[in-house]
Every structure is written in structure tokens, then in C-alpha cells.
């Protein structure tokens, strides 16, 4: 039997160099076979394709052309988040530098459950981690220059804003105690009430967004009747319109209280990178645990999320052993232990593209992507505004404009989405907010024109019934 090369190792090199080929190939293809942001026809159309595209998925006798088949068939199936057009949800295209990264983190394959499996990974991690605690606490306070109170604030790599809130709440009860009772405003992430079932936390006691943001009277209120340790979770950039809590006001109130403090900024943390909109996160730096995701304001491939804590030694209540991971005698020894460190056992190095995009495009450069985004939805905003078949929830807080045809219906509203789906030519959200239906555009594609912003008004007006 012909045993197939693998990837790491003195050959790896050469033996993925026309595998490659083969790749970028099939993915220009693909994209011209898909030839729009969306495949056309709907579920059940891509899915049909697919399957006779794939055919048996696990022959006897291995194909050859599996390699070009498959990705094929998966990019002219696919959601294009680099298209303007498509423009729905949190779906950031990747820095090709990134993905260059991440395919370096692939053949190196390793694991960052011990030492051992990943030398130089673990300790890239804790350099990514530092620099990335200090940009939310304050550089004064990175780890490593602790003072004589408490060690400074630590940073743990996630799958993303589900874990990342997940983790922050499991913290917040290892710290207060089991009975701590969650609050969160209306307009807060699912992940957050799920993660409080999951722990077997009481319902979390949900306070008013009539504003689409936590109201800071109304937190008030809710602290001062409730007993007990209490965890306020806030938000900096909402799933639905990208809106960012009264922070300054809610840890006020928290520390009037004596309340913990979490900040899901899964969307919003990439502001931070820039300096005209960095103000927008005053207050960050008050939380007790903060989730960012850089998988979305950050322009990393799937996944890259992380978990800021002010203090480090709240990151005690996940320590583990297992002997054949982090001995005590070899602990003792010097070898990190990394085990700790997540919920995970098995960790891909994800820390390695982060790493490479803070080094390659410094501050300045994640900044002028951030500032591009945002002045573009300032601009498909004041075009909205400007077309009177058209109706605009407000002026975005970030990056994300909802809109919706002027004096329509609800469900036609929601057939105009689903039209231009199902043609595969524009690929929008949808948010329900102050009773209505709206249209999402989220732009995160920093090379979208103004002109890409008209097309994609233009096609909204165009399949909206008169």
C-alpha cells in the first residue's frame, strides 16, 4: 500500500507545496462557479449539488481528485464573506496573512494541553495573551507587573464568545459562590442565559433595553432589591445592532452595589485597535472579565476568542491534574502547565495568527481596518437616509446599519431577505427591535466601495413589492 504523505516533517514541506496548487485552484473555481455571495436555489438546491458533486463520501478505493472535488464543491457552496453583498452577520473575511498563519498552525499540529506537545505554541500564547489583557486593563497593569494588592489581569484563548461568557460566568461562581445570580439586560447575548442553565446558576433576573441598550436606572433598581452575590453582565456591541452598553454607567452601579462585572465585547473589543473609536469602550477596563472575539472586529479565521480577567487569580478555580499532562514533580521542574488554561483539553495554537496580525499590521493597521468598517457604515447609513423607500433604524454604533423598505410589512420584509438568499444575490440578517422587523447589514469587509453599498440598496428596493 502507498502510504500518503504527510504534512509536518522534512518532507511535509514538498509534499504540500502541489497540494496547494490544487487548493487555490479548486477555490477560484468555486467562486466562479458560484459566481455571487450566495449559492443560488436555496437548501435544498446546494444541497442537491453538493451531494452529486461529492458522490460517496467513503469509497472503497480512495479518489485522487478528492482534494480539487471537495473544495470545489464547498466554494461554490459557500457564504462569501469577502463579497460586499454579503453582509448578514459577524462573518469577518479572513487576513490572508492570518490564514497563512493558520495553515503553518495546522502542519505543526500542536496541542496545548501540555508542554511537551507545544514548546514554542505555549509560549507565544502567554506573549499573545499578555499584550491582549494589557490592551483591555491599562498596558500599566500587564501581567507581570503585578502589584502589592493582587497579580494583574491574565487572558485566555477561546472558540469564541459562547465559551468566552460561558467561562465568565463559571469564574463569577467559583469567586462569589454557587448561588450568584446573573442580571443582564434584554439585549444581551443568548450564550449568556445559557451558560447560566448549563452551571446550574438561578434564572437570570432580566433588566429592561427599551433603548436597545441596558438602562442603568433600571439595573439600579434590580440590584438594590435582589440579595445575594450578583454578576452583571453588560455588552459592547449587540448581536442584533451592534450597541454598546452605558459601561461607565453600569460599573458605576455595579460598584455602588458590590456586584461583579462581565462585558461580552465579542463584537465590540475590536475597537480598542483604533484610536477614533476607542473612546467607545470607556469603562471596559472596569470589568471584572471581558470576552472579545477577534473572529469578528479582528479579521482572523474561525476560531479566535479570548477571555480578559482583571485578576489573575480568578483563573485558580480552573486548574486540573493529570499526571500524565502536568505531573507535580514535573510542575516542580519547570514545565509549564497549561492544563488550566481551558476548558479544553486538546487546543489548536490559535494564538499563532492573532500573534501574526498584531506583529504584521501593528495598532495602526488593525485600526485603519477598524476605522474603514465603521466610516462605511456611516455611509450606507446616510444613504439609506437619503432614499425615501427606505427606512433607517439609526446611526450605527459600530459596523452594523438596520434598515428596512419604507411602510412595508413585517413578512415583506422578511420575503425580500429571503428572495435575494435564494437568488444568491445578497445575503443579509435580520433583528426584531422596538416591535419591528428590520434588515442587517453587518459590513466588515474592509474593501467594500461606496458604489458596492448602492448595489446593495438597490437590490433591496428592487425585490420589495409595490
Given at each position: 500500500?502507498?502510504m500518503?504523505?504527510?504534512?509536518s516533517?522534512?518532507?511535509?514541506?514538498?509534499?504540500?507545496?502541489?497540494?496547494?496548487?490544487?487548493?487555490?485552484?479548486?477555490?477560484?473555481a468555486?467562486?466562479?462557479?458560484?459566481?455571487?455571495p450566495?449559492?443560488?436555489?436555496?437548501?435544498?438546491?446546494?444541497?442537491?449539488?453538493?451531494?452529486a458533486?461529492?458522490?460517496?463520501?467513503l469509497?472503497d478505493e480512495?479518489?485522487?481528485?478528492?482534494?480539487r472535488?471537495?473544495?470545489?464543491?464547498?466554494?461554490a457552496?459557500?457564504?462569501?464573506?469577502?463579497d460586499p453583498?454579503?453582509?448578514?452577520?459577524?462573518?469577518?473575511?479572513?487576513?490572508?496573512?492570518?490564514?497563512?498563519?493558520?495553515l503553518?498552525a495546522?502542519?505543526?499540529?500542536?496541542?496545548?494541553?501540555?508542554?511537551?506537545q507545544?514548546?514554542?505554541?505555549?509560549?507565544?500564547?502567554?506573549l499573545?495573551?499578555?499584550?491582549?489583557?494589557?490592551?483591555?486593563y491599562?498596558?500599566?497593569?500587564a501581567?507581570?507587573?503585578?502589584t502589592?494588592?493582587a497579580?494583574?489581569?491574565?487572558?485566555?484563548?477561546?472558540?469564541?464568545?459562547?465559551?468566552?461568557?460561558?467561562?465568565?460566568?463559571?469564574?463569577?461562581?467559583?469567586?462569589?459562590?454557587?448561588?450568584?445570580?446573573?442580571?443582564l439586560?434584554?439585549n444581551?447575548?443568548?450564550?449568556?442565559?445559557?451558560?447560566?442553565?448549563?452551571?446550574?446558576?438561578?434564572?437570570?433576573?432580566?433588566?429592561?433595553?427599551p433603548?436597545?441598550?441596558?438602562?442603568?436606572?433600571?439595573?439600579?433598581?434590580?440590584?438594590?432589591?435582589?440579595?445575594g452575590p450578583?454578576?452583571?453582565?453588560?455588552t459592547?456591541?449587540?448581536?442584533d445592532?451592534g450597541?454598546?452598553?452605558p459601561?461607565?454607567?453600569?460599573?458605576a452601579?455595579?460598584?455602588?452595589?458590590?456586584?461583579?462585572?462581565h462585558?461580552?465585547?465579542?463584537?465590540g473589543?475590536?475597537?480598542?485597535?483604533?484610536d477614533?473609536?476607542?473612546?467607545?469602550l470607556?469603562g471596559?477596563?472596569?470589568?471584572?472579565t471581558?470576552?472579545?472575539d477577534?473572529?469578528?472586529?479582528?479579521?482572523?479565521?474561525?476560531?479566535?476568542?479570548l477571555?480578559?480577567v482583571?485578576?489573575a487569580r480568578?483563573?485558580?478555580?480552573?486548574?486540573?491534574?493529570?499526571?500524565?499532562l502536568?505531573?507535580?514533580d514535573?510542575?516542580?521542574?519547570?514545565?509549564?502547565?497549561l492544563?488550566?488554561?481551558?476548558?479544553r483539553?486538546?487546543?489548536?495554537?490559535?494564538?499563532?495568527?492573532?500573534?501574526?496580525?498584531l506583529?504584521?499590521?501593528?495598532?495602526a493597521?488593525?485600526?485603519a481596518?477598524?476605522d474603514?468598517?465603521?466610516?462605511?457604515?456611516?455611509?450606507?447609513?446616510?444613504?439609506?437616509a437619503?432614499?425615501?423607500a427606505?427606512?433607517?433604524?439609526?446611526r450605527?454604533a459600530i459596523?452594523?446599519?438596520?434598515?428596512?423598505?419604507?411602510r412595508?410589512?413585517d413578512?415583506?420584509v422578511?420575503?425580500?431577505?429571503?428572495?435575494?438568499?435564494?437568488?444568491?444575490?445578497?445575503v443579509l440578517?435580520?433583528?426584531?427591535?422596538d416591535g419591528?422587523?428590520?434588515?442587517?447589514?453587518?459590513l466588515?469587509?474592509?474593501h467594500?466601495?461606496?458604489?458596492?453599498?448602492?448595489?446593495l440598496?438597490?437590490?433591496?428596493?428592487?425585490?420589495?413589492?409595490?
Amino acid at each position: 500500500m502507498h502510504m500518503p504523505p504527510l504534512a509536518s516533517g522534512p518532507q511535509g514541506p514538498g509534499a504540500l507545496r502541489p497540494l496547494l496548487d490544487t487548493v487555490l485552484d479548486a477555490l477560484a473555481a468555486g467562486g466562479r462557479a458560484r459566481g455571487g455571495p450566495l449559492p443560488r436555489g436555496g437548501p435544498d438546491a446546494v444541497a442537491a449539488r453538493l451531494r452529486a458533486a461529492v458522490g460517496e463520501v467513503l469509497p472503497d478505493e480512495g479518489d485522487p481528485d478528492a482534494l480539487r472535488l471537495l473544495v470545489h464543491a464547498l466554494a461554490a457552496g459557500a457564504a462569501d464573506p469577502a463579497d460586499p453583498l454579503c453582509a448578514a452577520h459577524l462573518h469577518c473575511p479572513p487576513l490572508a496573512v492570518a490564514t497563512a498563519a493558520d495553515l503553518a498552525a495546522s502542519v505543526l499540529n500542536p496541542s496545548l494541553d501540555s508542554w511537551d506537545q507545544a514548546p514554542s505554541a505555549s509560549a507565544l500564547e502567554a506573549l499573545v495573551t499578555e499584550t491582549l489583557a494589557a490592551e483591555v486593563y491599562g498596558r500599566a497593569d500587564a501581567p507581570g507587573r503585578q502589584t502589592d494588592q493582587a497579580p494583574g489581569p491574565d487572558c485566555l484563548v477561546t472558540t469564541g464568545g459562547t465559551e468566552s461568557n460561558h467561562l465568565a460566568l463559571l469564574l463569577a461562581r467559583e469567586a462569589l459562590g454557587g448561588g450568584v445570580r446573573l442580571v443582564l439586560g434584554a439585549n444581551a447575548h443568548h450564550s449568556l442565559t445559557r451558560a447560566a442553565w448549563l452551571l446550574g446558576l438561578p434564572q437570570p433576573v432580566v433588566v429592561p433595553a427599551p433603548a436597545g441598550t441596558l438602562d442603568p436606572a433600571a439595573l439600579g433598581d434590580a440590584l438594590t432589591a435582589l440579595r445575594g452575590p450578583l454578576l452583571v453582565a453588560a455588552t459592547a456591541g449587540t448581536t442584533d445592532a451592534g450597541i454598546i452598553d452605558p459601561l461607565p454607567e453600569i460599573a458605576a452601579r455595579c460598584r455602588a452595589h458590590g456586584a461583579r462585572l462581565h462585558i461580552d465585547a465579542a463584537y465590540g473589543g475590536g475597537l480598542l485597535f483604533s484610536d477614533r473609536y476607542r473612546a467607545l469602550l470607556d469603562g471596559l477596563d472596569a470589568a471584572d472579565t471581558v470576552t472579545l472575539d477577534l473572529h469578528k472586529l479582528g479579521w482572523q479565521p474561525v476560531a479566535a476568542g479570548l477571555l480578559a480577567v482583571r485578576d489573575a487569580r480568578d483563573l485558580a478555580a480552573l486548574h486540573q491534574r493529570a499526571d500524565y499532562l502536568n505531573a507535580d514533580d514535573d510542575t516542580e521542574a519547570g514545565l509549564p502547565d497549561l492544563l488550566g488554561r481551558s476548558l479544553r483539553t486538546t487546543r489548536r495554537p490559535d494564538a499563532l495568527k492573532i500573534a501574526v496580525t498584531l506583529k504584521a499590521l501593528g495598532r495602526a493597521g488593525l485600526g485603519a481596518l477598524v476605522d474603514r468598517v465603521c466610516d462605511r457604515a456611516r455611509e450606507l447609513a446616510g444613504l439609506i437616509a437619503a432614499r425615501p423607500a427606505l427606512e433607517l433604524y439609526d446611526r450605527p454604533a459600530i459596523s452594523t446599519v438596520l434598515f428596512r423598505p419604507a411602510r412595508a410589512a413585517d413578512d415583506a420584509v422578511a420575503a425580500v431577505r429571503r428572495t435575494l438568499l435564494a437568488d444568491g444575490r445578497a445575503v443579509l440578517g435580520r433583528a426584531r427591535l422596538d416591535g419591528r422587523l428590520w434588515l442587517k447589514a453587518t459590513l466588515l469587509d474592509p474593501h467594500a466601495r461606496p458604489d458596492d453599498l448602492a448595489a446593495l440598496l438597490e437590490l433591496v428596493e428592487g425585490h420589495t413589492p409595490r
